[in-house]
């Protein structure tokens, strides 16, 4: 929407970044069965432009797990509004922790 544009009309990098942690937090929660929290977002890049009214996908793989941990790849396509072509505008890498109910580390899956 307008409200999520840069001064130049394009979508601001910023919100583009806000849908991937959320996909991918989504992602971790199912994952992990429970509370995951954001610490690190890495390789960031914008390799396309999204216009104001393209629809967004955020596809998300697992890259790695540790103990309490889970590395998580996202990709954010842009398809055109009133078309099938689609392009890659954003990807990165998303670091999130399983936590407990005392917002401690647990190991994913208890």
């Avoid at 429970?34 to 009214?53: H, T």
Wanted: with cysteine.
């Amino acid at each position: 929407m307008p409200a999520d544009t840069n001064p130049y009309g394009g979508v601001f990098g910023g919100w583009l970044m806000s849908q991937m942690g959320l996909a991918c937090g989504s992602f971790a929660s199912k994952h992990s069965r429970g509370k995951a929290i954001l610490v690190a977002a890495d390789a960031i890049k914008f390799p396309g432009a999204m216009a104001v009214g393209d629809e967004l996908s955020v596809y998300v793989e697992l890259r790695k797990q540790g103990r309490t941990s889970l590395r998580l790849k996202a990709e954010a396509l842009a398809r055109e509004r009133d078309g099938e072509a689609e392009k890659l505008v954003a990807e990165g890498e998303f670091t999130f922790v399983a936590l407990d109910t005392d917002g401690q580390p647990r190991a994913i899956g208890t």
